[in-house]
């Protein structure tokens, strides 16, 4: 059976966000789902052989030809393109997941700090240093993860944005003076246990919808976990 092993502060806070959401948006919603997706769609693009095809490839699936632009420019749209699809889905009424919730921006975030992760070299110098590598270095930089760490990742920095969006609103509160380092140590220690957590006896590789439901059950796995407690 699996442990989870983290701090009360970290298991009070996201105790507080899931009795919050009250109509299950934390697992529940649209722009998880994308995210998700739009990570593999990404990593299949990085994995074609021929430079250019993965050039085009990206720039057809985001409608828009980034083939001379930098890291930062890549996480925009893409981020920007997964805005978009969730909004299309407006339209649909008969959609069973929720599309504007409280915790879209902590999801689109964290997809943003997990391609930082993954891609921006952070010892590079000279002008490139503030808009990170050029696309095809990103391709090269993701194409060496597997979809597996990049979920992790991915789910790691979005329990760590809930986690310290919460603190920030108790620390306002409160007199206590913390350390300084508290909310690193949110993300870097107990958001890092969490996602191993739920992707630790995960076996992915089936269809991608398929992928996606078992991680987002496992996901809701962990709060069941955390109400425990």
């Given at each position: 059976m699996k442990k989870l092993d983290i701090?009360?502060?970290?298991?009070?806070?996201?105790?507080?966000?899931?009795?919050?959401?009250?109509?299950?948006?934390?697992?529940?919603?649209?722009?998880?789902?994308?995210?998700?997706?739009?990570?593999?769609?990404?990593?299949?693009?990085?994995?074609?052989?021929?430079?250019?095809?993965?050039?085009?490839?990206?720039?057809?699936?985001?409608?828009k030809d980034i083939s001379d632009s930098h890291f930062l420019f890549l996480v925009a749209f893409v981020i920007g393109k997964i805005e978009s699809e969730v909004s299309k889905l407006m339209k649909h009424k008969d959609t069973s997941k929720k599309i504007v919730t409280d915790y879209n921006s902590f999801i689109l975030h964290a997809f943003g700090q997990t391609l930082s992760e993954i891609i921006w070299d952070k010892s590079e110098t000279g002008a490139s240093s503030y808009t990170g590598p050029e696309i095809l270095d990103c391709l090269d930089y993701y194409e060496s993860q597997d979809i597996k760490t990049i979920w992790t990742l991915i789910v790691k920095n979005y329990l760590a944005n809930i986690m310290i969006s919460y603190f920030a609103a108790a620390r306002e509160?409160?007199?206590?003076?913390?350390?300084?380092?508290?909310?690193?140590?949110?993300?870097?220690?107990?958001?890092?246990k969490m996602a191993i957590f739920v992707f630790s006896d995960l076996t992915l590789g089936k269809d991608l919808e398929s992928d996606i439901g078992v991680v987002i059950s496992e996901l809701q796995n962990l709060f069941i976990e955390v109400l425990r407690k």
């Open positions: 701090s009360d502060g970290s298991k009070a806070l996201l105790k507080v966000a899931i009795e919050n959401d009250k109509h299950k948006a934390l697992t529940n919603n649209n722009t998880l789902v994308k995210t998700l997706e739009t990570a593999k769609i990404l990593l299949d693009f990085s994995k074609e052989e021929d430079d250019n095809k993965r050039i085009d490839l990206l720039n057809k699936h985001l409608n509160k409160s007199k206590t003076k913390y350390p300084s380092n508290i909310e690193e140590n949110l993300r870097s220690i107990d958001a890092t």
